[in-house]
């Protein structure tokens, strides 16, 4: 038997998303006895304590808090659209959307699915979270996040996966490099030069997989989380780099200009996908955005 309600669940919800009993109550027009009244109810039906309690500084949810967020969002968002349901709205597709994205890829393809997706639903309010690749799939584990737009790069079986596109990786230089001469550079040529290595979780991984799977390994110059700086450092002629998203312009920020060149040696593709929670039924706003993703030709 359901011991409680869902004003309670949505209660807990506020008070997780907002780490404060005290922002939560603000943010739902209610009172702060309301809100923690709701969360004490919920750990004694549940026999478990939700939050840990931090004087002056709020509030994080325990390991069963996580778990019972994750669930509480999106039993929240379908019991709205029951209630669209029962008003004859049902395929009014409103609310909010919780969208993360990887760090280094979403400028290259994000804003114009966001475009396409907010003229076709204005009522649904989309918050934007950048990362890494393991702060994203964390956060979709947990429930914080809806979906994320990232690479297939070391995703679990708990996260479901939507393909959008395929991205080769590109041998990238300086214009006068001599190598740019060149229709097609060779992994082994690359290693060869000083090499800026973009330094982000899985994709240095990734980078360095594509030189060990031909013999090879790059003598790494200069190591940075920025692909701007990458794009940078090689425009000045400090190294080469390999890299899979190619903005239109093949010149740095400064205006220094960058060639852009196909490999020699085949290499495997990295997969642009939009994940989420595999444990959760998508809502009808998550799977609007998919629906959407799918018709952007990236």
């Known amino acids: 038997m359901i011991q409680y309600t869902l004003k309670q669940l949505a209660y807990f919800a506020g008070a997780a998303e907002r780490g404060s009993v005290t922002r939560a109550a603000q943010a739902l027009h209610v009172s702060q006895p309301s809100i923690s009244t709701a969360i004490a109810h919920?750990?004694?039906?549940?026999?478990?304590?939700?939050?840990?309690r931090h004087h002056a500084q709020g509030l994080s949810l325990t390991p069963a808090g996580r778990r019972l967020f994750a669930e509480a969002r999106g039993l929240l968002a379908h019991a709205e659209e029951v209630a669209l349901d029962a008003a004859g709205r049902g395929e009014h597709v409103r609310g909010e959307l919780q969208l993360g994205y990887f760090v280094t890829l979403a400028p290259y393809c994000l804003p114009q699915l966001l475009a396409r997706f907010t003229e076709r639903y204005p009522e649904v309010s989309v918050r934007l979270h950048e990362g890494d690749m393991e702060s994203l799939g964390r956060a979709l584990v947990l429930g914080t996040l809806d979906l994320a737009l990232v690479y297939d790069l070391a995703l679990g079986p708990e996260l479901a996966r939507t393909p959008l596109a395929e991205l080769a990786p590109y041998a990238l230089l300086p214009a006068g490099h001599a190598l740019a001469r060149k229709k097609r550079?060779?992994?082994?040529a690359l290693?060869?030069?000083?090499f800026i290595l973009l330094?982000?979780?899985?994709?240095?991984?990734?980078?360095r997989s594509v030189f060990l799977a031909n013999g090879l390994e790059p003598e790494v110059r200069y190591a940075t989380p920025s692909l701007e700086m990458v794009r940078g450092l090689v425009a000045r002629g400090?190294?080469?780099?390999?890299?899979?998203?190619?903005?239109?312009?093949?010149?740095?920020?400064?205006?220094?200009?960058?060639?852009?060149?196909?490999?020699?040696?085949?290499a495997p593709a990295l997969r642009i996908v939009l994940v989420r929670p595999a444990q959760l039924r998508p809502t009808r706003t998550v799977e609007a955005l998919i629906a959407c993703a799918r018709e952007v030709r990236l």
């Open 238 to 266: 400090l190294g080469v780099s390999l890299l899979n998203v190619r903005p239109a312009g093949d010149r740095a920020y400064d205006g220094s200009a960058l060639a852009c060149r196909p490999l020699v040696e085949a």
């Open 191 to 194: 290693a060869k030069a000083p």
């Open 185 to 188: 550079v060779s992994l082994g």
């Open 199 to 207: 330094d982000l979780p899985h994709s240095r991984e990734y980078f």
């Open 42 to 52: 919920l750990e004694r039906v549940l026999a478990t304590p939700l939050f840990l």
